[in-house]
């Protein structure tokens, strides 16, 4: 029989229950487990793909064509598996089913209440993540704090779930903060009580809590935090600040975290009988190395990291596959792009995006780098900007995008047919992981080493097929296309360091143990012409 982790938290939010939730897991999958997971977004948005980066953070692909929450991502990095858009709950799916059912009458003349119509769409959707991926784990994190009025159905539909899979098959994690108060100094354990004792009055008791906290905390307070919230003292975590994500799943394990879950929900397995061996070798090998390359990403959210969190650890991810640190400059393409700031790079990267704010400043960043021959990676909208100004610079002197410049005299990039007819913004776009067919002799096949790949897509709009056949002739190589040769899926130039621009997002397909092929070729090309 399947189990659940239901992750909950407390006191604040962002205090990293997702890295906890992928920590947990990735320790379970060193008892060769098979584990699932599962996050709860209580907002009413159906997915995260109209929600601003600067409010949710990045969205995250899924291979399937759904636009989810981050945490998705750690999920996948963590635990080096695809899953699917059902993974991702939100309060919009749920009430959307619950009602469509309502208008087809399948509750027989009922009124429809939260309970049990909405709790048991929720169950519902839960049980089908375990049936479908025949794991022996699913993690299942609920967004926000507890106390929030949006998580409540949620709360009161695991409170449900433990009661009708048995104490054994369904435990409660419950992940708080512990702050430290520099002018009493000392560590204060009461929002921790008061986040535990919110939880116990939804009828949910925590079976284990993770203190985050700034530096580590003493014995002696994880007694006192046991002591007050009623949990076992084996049962409460530290998990301090770390350099790196990465070594959380260490730092629980050296807690015994994975012991204690092995006998709490009677796996029937030896508690010593795992290894985290070759997870501790991508930890050190993820530590500073000794030489250092800087790259500069180029987007309009640089303010807020998580933003482009998948392409921070995929840079992250190739560095350590080379053996290098790599250091990264967020550079604001509204406001700082300039020679003085360009100069200090070995490379530069422009991400995905939409809209025009910030346009100018990354076909300026192309431009420096065609001039000066500075690697450059562009994916999504930095592809567009590659092939804007690479069409500028040779001939066509006012070309650009119809998303920026429906009038334009050369619309070398262009709203895909299939989207023209579409009013609609969530979920409409080309979404999900499409084949792409590579050119022999390019940079994308010393890369790939294959002439067949599925990278994960998003967008809207594609380079203009009526201008193909033009930029060829000036120099654009079309090294990856589609099957049927429609969509221009990479672009590259010759006599250059390296200029490769993506229509799709390799960043959501890197890993710890296996960094993106086109993330390392791109490092190491930086490290080539430094």
């Known amino acids: ?52 980066p600067y409010q949710h953070g990045e969205v995250f692909v899924t291979h399937d064509g759904m636009e989810t929450d981050l945490d998705l991502g750690h999920y996948e990095r963590f635990l080096d598996v695809n899953l699917s858009g059902y993974s991702n709950i939100t309060t919009g799916k749920v009430y959307m089913s619950v009602i469509n059912k309502e208008r087809k009458g399948s509750y027989l003349g009922s009124c429809v209440q939260i309970i049990p119509h909405i709790t048991d769409e929720i169950k519902s959707r839960i049980r089908k993540i375990s049936t479908d991926n025949k794991a022996d784990i699913v993690l299942v994190e609920i967004g926000g704090t507890v106390g929030d009025i949006e998580s409540q159905p949620f709360l009161e539909a695991v409170r449900q779930l433990r009661n009708e899979e048995g104490h054994n098959n369904v435990m409660f994690v419950h992940v708080t903060y512990v702050p430290y108060l520099n002018a ?7 929002p921790t009580q008061h986040s535990t004792k919110e939880l116990r009055s939804t009828g949910i008791i925590p079976d284990m809590i993770i203190c985050r906290s700034e530096k580590p905390l003493s014995t002696s307070l994880k007694n006192k935090i046991a002591h007050f919230c009623d949990v076992d003292s084996k049962a409460v975590i530290n998990c301090p600040d770390a350099s790196s994500i990465y070594e959380v799943p260490l730092t629980m394990d050296k807690e015994n975290v994975g012991k204690y879950i092995i006998n709490r929900m009677e796996l029937g397995i030896d508690e010593c009988a795992h290894d985290l061996t070759e997870w501790k070798t991508v930890v050190d090998r993820l530590k500073k190395q000794d030489s250092t390359v800087t790259v500069g990403v180029v987007g309009k959210y640089v303010e807020l990291e998580d933003a482009y969190i998948s392409i921070r650890e995929s840079l992250k991810h190739a560095a350590a596959h080379i053996g290098v640190n790599v250091n990264i400059e967020w550079i604001n393409a509204e406001t700082e792009i300039n020679t003085i700031r360009l100069k200090n790079l070995d490379s530069i990267l422009i991400p995905g995006g939409f809209g025009e704010r910030g346009i100018n400043g990354k076909l300026d960043a192309v431009h420096y780098a065609l001039v000066n021959k500075v690697p450059i990676f562009g994916i999504c909208l930095g592809l567009h900007s590659m092939v804007i100004e690479f069409a500028r610079m040779n001939g066509l002197k006012d070309a650009h995008s119809t998303e920026f410049d429906e009038t334009t005299k050369y619309p070398v990039i262009d709203m895909m047919e299939e989207q023209k007819k579409i009013n609609d913004m969530g979920g409409t776009m080309r979404l999900g992981s499409y084949a792409c067919k590579i050119k022999k002799g390019t940079i994308a096949s010393e890369a790939y080493q294959s002439e067949m790949v599925e990278e994960r897509h998003r967008h809207r709009f594609e380079v203009n097929n009526e201008y193909r056949e033009l930029l060829e002739e000036k120099g654009l190589i079309i090294s990856g296309t589609s099957p049927d040769n429609f969509l221009v899926e990479t672009v590259e130039i010759k006599d250059h360091p390296w200029f490769f621009g993506c229509q799709f997002h390799p960043e959501f397909k890197s890993r710890p143990e296996r960094a993106h092929p086109i993330f390392v070729s791109f490092i190491q090309a930086t490290v080539d012409s430094k």
Do not use: C, H, Q
């Not at 939730?21 to 999958?29: E, K, P, Q």
């Not at 996050?39 to 995260?48: E, R, V």
């Not at 009493?184 to 009461?190: H, N, Q, V």
């Open 1 to 52: 029989m399947v189990k659940y982790i239901v992750v909950t938290g407390g006191v604040v939010s962002s205090i990293g229950k997702g890295i906890t939730a992928a920590s947990i897991g990735r320790i379970l999958r060193s008892y060769n487990l098979k584990v699932s997971a599962i996050k709860i977004d209580p907002y009413l948005n159906w997915d995260s793909g109209t929600l601003n």
């Open 184 to 190: 009493a100094g000392e560590f204060k354990t009461k």
